[in-house]
């Protein structure tokens, strides 16, 4: 199963970008600063960037950890080579992608400020997401901030249909994730906080390691 969502991604890193600019209208734009902000990176942070993608949020993360470093992962390589391609073009020196599996992530203990998910931790179903939000504790520094960005459940009724059915394509378990995720991040992180939009529309929820 994990080979063809990595073939999927791969092809799909040909229309993404393209896909989200038609659809945000530049709204990603603005929220992918109000993550950097909500996160409190620091000049000199350490900071990952989980299911990067093609790097849209790692190349914001890295204007504000302009004097650390910012590491994107991402097990496609098709995402990874359009985010290389971005960091480049743009000339960001302090930006770096790797190829990894978000369960088993490829970092010693300890070594990151902040770690940032943008729109992909609802991706990660089965036992992947738990692994995953207990290895990003263990990379986290003490005191370090887990902080995840995922849409909000909305309140029109057609709109509320389409977010359902997207959960409903993560398996039996995308509604258990929605209803039990804070309970499950206060599990493993200490001081979790759910902040929405004005909007409405989009949520953040951060999570600090204590010790």
Known sequence: MRRYRQKY???????????????????????RHYLARKSGIKPSDAVLDLCTGTGELALVLAHYAFKGRVIGLDFSLGMLNKAKEKAQKNGTKNLFFVAGDAAHL???????????????MYELSGKTRPLALREIKRCLKSKGLFCMMEHEEPKQPFIRLLYYI????????????????LKELKGIFNNVIKEVTSSGKTKVICGQ???
């Open 9 to 31: 991604y791969d092809l799909f890193s040909n229309f993404y970008d393209l896909i989200i600019k038609l659809h945000s209208k530049d709204n990603r734009l603005f929220l």
């Open 166 to 181: 997207r959960l409903l394509s993560m398996g039996k378990e995308g509604r258990k994730i929605i209803r039990n995720e």
């Open 209 to 211: 390691k204590i010790g």
């Open 106 to 120: 490829p970092f010693k203990e300890g070594v990151f400020d902040v770690v940032t998910c943008s729109h992909a």
